[in-house]
């Protein structure tokens, strides 16, 4: 759904690279996408899960928001889709989604590629036992920016069950919610093994172009090393579940 193509981004910097991807309606396609991703060296599928069908996004219809150049569709299909009213994303999501997506895809999946595969948008413990049942890599816990449905629990409330469930057998990412070093670090307390950052980046990016996302990464960093040394942990290692205290911790301290 980028605007650069995957072999562009893969040529643009050595970091390590993971693919995030929808199950389209055409399979072949998604199936190209991740074939060219493992060719050109990324390191991992994430697949999104949470988008069946597309939110109700009420600023996209009220702006009628154009879908912009999909770049890595060129050549498979068109993604030039003009509503007769409301958001032109929403009518290109009804018109390519898989709305079938179920947790057999996962198998599917894996067939076609050798990554590791990671799904995102994970908010319940129940849900991350069958995406365990489901021979997943990892597991992303993400709302989707709260864009996807209305009175979904923030990530962070959510966290340390889904982190307890997992058990270790697989990595826990939280994606959604982190704006400064202290929600890293509340996140890395209550089990998670790396943060996933959006907004802010794009915020930087809009504001100062390159150098506006050096500027964000680089906050959230001296932030997170703040935050550390103020809490007394010289490493990540050293930060644990006793450095957060929520409501049902403080409870359960007292019964």
Known sequence: MASCTIEEVASSCNAVRFLQIYVYKRR????????????????????????????RREADIKNKMVSPQLRNFEGLFSTEVIPSEGSGVEA?????????LNWKDIEW??????????????????????AIEAGVDGIVVSNHGARQLDYSPATITVLEEIV??????????????????????????????????????????????????????????????L????????????????HVRTESYRLKSML
């Open 227 to 242: 935050t550390m040394a103020l809490s007394g942990c010289p490493t990540i290692d050293n930060i644990t579940r006793n």
């Open 28 to 55: 072949d396609v998604t199936a190209q996408i991740v074939k060219r991703a493992e060719k050109a060296g990324f390191k991992a599928i994430v697949l999104t899960v949470d988008v069946p069908k597309l939110g």
């Open 92 to 100: 290109f999501a009804s018109s390519t989604f898989d709305a079938s």
């Open 109 to 130: 999946l894996r067939s076609i590629t050798k990554l590791p595969i990671l799904v995102k948008g994970i908010l319940t413990g129940e849900d991350a036992l069958k």
């Open 164 to 225: 307890h469930v997992v058990g270790g057998r697989v990595p826990v990412l939280l994606d959604g919610g982190v704006r400064r070093g202290t929600d890293v670090f509340k996140a890395l307390a209550l089990g998670a093994k790396a943060v996933l950052i959006g907004r802010p980046v794009v915020y930087g990016l809009a504001a100062k172009g390159e150098d506006g996302v050096r500027k964000v990464i680089e906050m959230l960093k001296n932030e997170l090393e």
